[in-house]
């Protein structure tokens, strides 16, 4: 059995619906430990699952605390998986530096197989850099994210303050071989809030997940089904050979929505 779940957004902001939602993942961590994953199995935490990108980051760790502990606690009888999203990028970091400290070992990507079936897991940020119209270098935009969650402001205005700091010293541009004309439009694409940024990339972003060109830009088997998620915007099933988890409530998804792997079957969820 494989539950996933993707772009969690702990501690996205101080308001009593984030603290809801992040109130009603905890439910979740101890639903899923009591049934699913009773007996064993993996959970696949798809990225974005702490939000390090609007907090600041050591607020954000402390608040997000309880969920932190409780995963810790299931890692006894449960194989837990933490891929690194856009906006807890730094987590890849942290858990290279702390290495056997880690509570988590972070990753990029992930190949499981259940039922027989092949699964290959990402967070999806890296379609986006496919789908940016501006640039397309994956180095470029890691770079930048994990700028922003290290940025410390608890305003809500970190990318603005990022880029002027960039703008500076342009030490994050060095090396680039090739910059886009308007950087700071490809800068403001990469780093809006969800809802505004990924209003006009979400079609691509699909239309790259469904292609099976996609082994090709993503590095996975062809008779791998690829599993993502980032847009915040669930598939209702496989859609040749791609699936998209949705968000945890988080817009435009209005639900808490997982997936459950059994038998090589993939099966969206909400939980209520």
Known sequence: MIIVVSDVHLAERDDEQTKNDDAKFLDFLDYISTHQLANGGDLVLLGDIIDLWRRDFIKAMVESEPVIIRLMEMKDKIKIHYLAGNHDFHMLNMSKILKENSPFEVIRELHLTEGGKRFFFIHGYQLEVLANPYYKSMSAYETFAEGLCLAGD???????????????????????????????????????????RLKNARPLIDEIAVSRARSFYLGMDKDETLVFGHTHMPFPQVDNGAINTGSWNKKPCTEYKYLEIQNGVINPKSFR
């Open 154 to 196: 608890d305003t809500g205005n970190a990318a603005d303050k990022l880029w002027a700091s960039y703008e500076k010293s342009q030490a994050a541009l060095e090396g680039l071989k090739r910059l886009p004309e308007n950087i700071k439009g490809a800068i403001d694409s990469m780093f809006n809030a969800p809802e505004k």
